[in-house]
């Protein structure tokens, strides 16, 4: 599940927890497609006691944090632009980096899929 800013409490210490451990799991993945080169590295973090005071604590097993570096060619110009953006993920299973990040791009094929129907 994505940990949005509509969850301020969760999404506060899901960054805190990745800016003081060190992640257990790395992926890097690259996709080249429609005049774009996306570079994907997913992060997997125990959250050990950052979240025992909180609701999540007994729910969560892993963080997982997704950076994303997009960059973008504009047809009229051939410039190239960047688009830089990190997200978070809550599982309530441990998993490798590398299903972490299938699970989280394939993701999008289940929404399109489900929304042309």
């Known amino acids: 599940m994505q940990v949005k800013g509509n969850q301020p409490g969760l999404l506060q ?7 003081t451990a060190a992640p257990i799991a790395t992926a890097d993945s690259r ?7 996306e570079d994907r ?7 050990g006691g950052a979240l ?9 097993a892993a963080i997982v944090r997704v950076t994303r570096s997009t960059l973008i060619r504009s047809a009229a110009t051939g410039m190239w632009k960047r688009r830089e953006e990190a997200a978070f993920y809550a599982s ?3 998993l490798p980096a590398e299903t972490f990040a299938s699970a989280i791009r394939g993701h999008w094929a289940v929404e399109n899929e489900n929304h042309w129907v």
């Open 13 to 19: 210490h899901c960054e805190h927890v990745a800016a």
């Open 31 to 37: 996709d080249l497609a429609r005049n774009r080169q």
């Open 41 to 47: 590295h997913v992060e997997v973090y125990a959250p």
């Open 52 to 60: 025992c005071d909180g609701e999540w604590g007994t729910l969560i």
């Open 92 to 94: 309530s299973v441990m």
